[in-house]
């Protein structure tokens, strides 16, 4: 007879999207062929991310089923956002009675259902464990710290990572190396995304920086560090007033920046070009032909680094270390004279090339239910 087993994967914000997506086509891929065990999937899409109509859009590129169950958190503080998620997702896994909680990422979705999971002896799979700012006053890094301290199966995405792991005490059979599923999406839409008009809606040539069109660059704020300090925000947005004297700043604003941008009164100078979030084919499009990218996300380092479009990172730390020993990203802080001379360096200069990094090669789903197949048929220790 065959052997079935249950995951219940989480979701709440849009980077989890395309981290869940390649693990969901993979399960779905087997159960087609027949796959021993069968694998019933769940999903639970917590709403922290309050915009549905982007949440849904993200759901239909990506081919991701219809969630599961929806629990509607929406934005609120960090503890009672927490909170919530964690009294509504109980209920959840006591109906389903899942073998494994997978949690992707490090927003408070992740470690709200990693707690519950955990404390209802639930094993629990983090995906895209152990990268460490070692910046403690990111929600982020307490978010990621705490999940991997109580998760059974930790899915690493750069070697640093098991570094971290180890030295923070976990057990080494716990951690695979087992590469990115946020590459493994990039590469599988990547030719769909260069189908997308965006570039020809916002006005812009279609070849463009280092393919010898107009120059453009792509800008991405959210972190609560950089738009909430008024000082920071004003340092960022003149030293991209600065560049924009030179081409063009494609600015799809997040709502939380958009609020700040607003409350502070501040103006933008300039050919920067204001668009709401994109989805993820426009993004990727976007982002592939810019001349460079200006951003405060993670997942966009990895992206750039694949893509090999330049990537200044403007913050003072990073969690994704191989995208600047490897990739094309560069730490660039805050200070408007440093953006400034980095980009113009780019300008005049360009880059050295980077490289993929090791395993980001489009199979990293593949290498995870693998894993999680075989750990299925070991003893619950």
């Known amino acids: 007879m065959k052997r079935k087993i249950k995951i219940i994967s989480i979701v709440g914000a849009r980077p989890n999207f395309m981290k869940i997506s390649p693990i969901v086509d993979e399960i779905r891929r087997l159960n087609e062929t027949g796959g021993d065990p069968e694998i019933h999937s769940v999903i639970v899409h917590?709403?922290?991310?309050?915009?549905?109509?982007?949440?849904?859009?993200?759901?239909?590129?990506?081919?991701?089923p219809e969630p599961d169950y929806n629990l509607g958190v929406g934005s609120m503080s960090h503890a009672r956002q927490t909170a919530e998620i964690m009294m509504r997702i109980e209920p959840v896994?006591?109906?389903?009675?899942?073998?494994?909680?997978?949690?992707?990422?490090?927003?408070?979705?992740?470690?709200?259902?990693?707690?519950?999971?955990?404390?209802?002896?639930?094993?629990?799979?983090h995906v895209e464990a152990g990268l460490r700012s070692f910046d403690m006053t990111m929600p982020e890094e307490i978010n990621r710290m705490l999940t991997d301290a109580i998760s059974d199966i930790l899915f690493i995405t750069?070697?640093?990572?098991?570094?971290?792991?180890?030295?923070?005490?976990?057990?080494?059979?716990?951690?695979?190396?087992?590469?990115?599923?946020?590459?493994d999406t990039l590469l599988k839409h990547r030719e769909?995304?260069?189908?997308?008009?965006?570039?020809?809606r916002l006005g812009l040539v279609e070849t463009s920086g280092r393919e010898g069109g107009a120059m453009y660059a792509v800008l991405t704020l959210h972190r609560p560090a950089t738009v909430d300090d008024p000082r920071k925000l004003r340092q960022v947005l003149d030293a991209v007033s600065d560049l924009s004297q030179r081409m063009d700043i494609v600015f799809p604003v997040h709502p939380r920046t958009a609020e700040r941008i607003e409350s502070m009164g501040l103006r933008l100078g300039g050919r920067i070009i204001l668009t709401g979030p994109l989805g993820?084919?426009?993004?990727i499009k976007a982002v592939s032909r810019a001349a460079m990218v200006l951003t405060d996300s993670g997942g966009i380092q990895e992206e750039t680094t694949v893509m090999g479009v330049p990537c200044l990172t403007l913050r003072e730390n990073t969690e994704r270390p191989v995208t600047i020993t490897?990739?094309?990203?560069?730490?660039v802080g805050l200070s408007r004279e440093r953006i400034r001379e980095e980009a113009m360096k780019i300008i005049e200069q360009g880059i050295p090339a980077g490289r993929i990094p090791e395993r980001w090669d489009g199979m990293a789903?593949?290498?995870?239910?693998?894993?999680?197949?075989?750990?299925?048929?070991?003893?619950?220790?």
């Not at 896994?93 to 707690?115: C, H, R, W």
């Not at 769909?192 to 020809?200: F, T, V």
């Not at 995870?368 to 070991?378: K, L, P, Q, T």
Request: aromatic share 8%; glycine share 6%.
């Open 46 to 64: 917590t709403g922290q991310h309050y915009d549905r109509e982007m949440s849904a859009l993200f759901f239909d590129q990506l081919s991701i």
């Open 93 to 125: 896994f006591i109906q389903e009675k899942p073998d494994y909680v997978m949690v992707v990422g490090d927003v408070n979705s992740t470690i709200a259902a990693a707690l519950v999971a955990k404390k209802m002896g639930i094993r629990v799979i």
């Open 158 to 183: 750069e070697r640093s990572a098991e570094k971290n792991l180890l030295r923070e005490g976990v057990s080494p059979e716990k951690i695979h190396f087992v590469g990115n599923v946020m590459i």
């Open 192 to 200: 769909k995304a260069e189908g997308s008009n965006i570039l020809r």
């Open 280 to 283: 993820y084919l426009d993004f």
């Open 326 to 331: 490897e990739g094309t990203n560069r730490l």
């Open 365 to 381: 789903a593949v290498r995870i239910i693998e894993i999680i197949m075989s750990d299925s048929v070991s003893p619950t220790p």
